[in-house]
């Protein structure tokens, strides 16, 4: 999709792109074939995307592949999605931080695709991992500076919950960074399409262990054992934290997922 094309689009139906939202879109079909070309999923595979805006990407992936969720917060770029007829996707017209797990099926989503909107890229990540529980493989757009906070490493200041959430989902690459000419309207900052692959501790990851990581990680300079003492008996947690003065920023990511299993399995059989 080309600058001219988008604007012809935004001029057509009338549509003044919402900063709000994080509107830029995508004007490089380079940069489209090759985010296109990072999903490699098979033709029946659900795929979900998240703020397909003028369909960049919907568009050409709906050539490929049959089976295409797209949310989309904006009412009016949804009813211009539905109009189109090279649009053969589902698009939910809703805010994807309130859409529920069945009404898009989400454990049957097998890849992810999205130019995330970089003022929610964070619960939006998490809710991907909370809802998409079987997906195979993620292919992301985010802004360029906030990949450490990513792919950060314990003992580090960017490293948190999303960092150990997309360490134990698998291998994250960076793939390329995307300038802000490939963008209308033209973006202050750095893009990136970072890929992530499931690995064998995805399965790890459900509802409730996110929210056991942002326990741990509720006030960054507690120790682990005073940020949990709210939620958990005391005399479980003196058994399962053999290091007391720990805290979670000194914890790798599995380490957390083998504590969050100490703890269920031990309060179970009380
Ligand atoms: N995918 C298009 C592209 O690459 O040209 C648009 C990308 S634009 C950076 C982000 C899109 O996400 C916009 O269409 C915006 O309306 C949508 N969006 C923003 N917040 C959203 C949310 N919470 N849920 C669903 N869509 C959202």
Redesign the pocket.
Known sequence: ?SREE?KRILDEEKILP?SR???????DDDV?GRIIGLIGAEQEDLIL??????????KPMCAFYGNITA????KD?ATYLDNEPSVTAKIIN??????KVDSYNASDVSYVV???????MTP?MKKIFSDCNNARKMVL?TEDEAYPRIVATKNTKDYGPLAVLVSLFGVCSKEFNVPGNC?YPV?RTLSCVISLERGEEASSITPDFISFVEKCFAMRRKKLMNNLKPYYPQDVLDRVIGNKDIRAEDMESIEFSRLYRDIISMISNK
Not at 71 to 74: A, L, M, P, T
Not at 114 to 120: D, G, I, T
Request: hydrophobic share 45%; charged share 15%; proline share 7%.
């Open positions: 999709m988008v919402r939202f994080g509107q830029n879109f995508l004007v489209i995307e998240i703020g397909p805006g003028l369909g960049a990407l919907t949310v989309e917060i904006d770029l809703s805010d994807y931080l309130k859409v999205s130019n995330l909107p970089y003022y929610c939006v757009m963008f973006p």
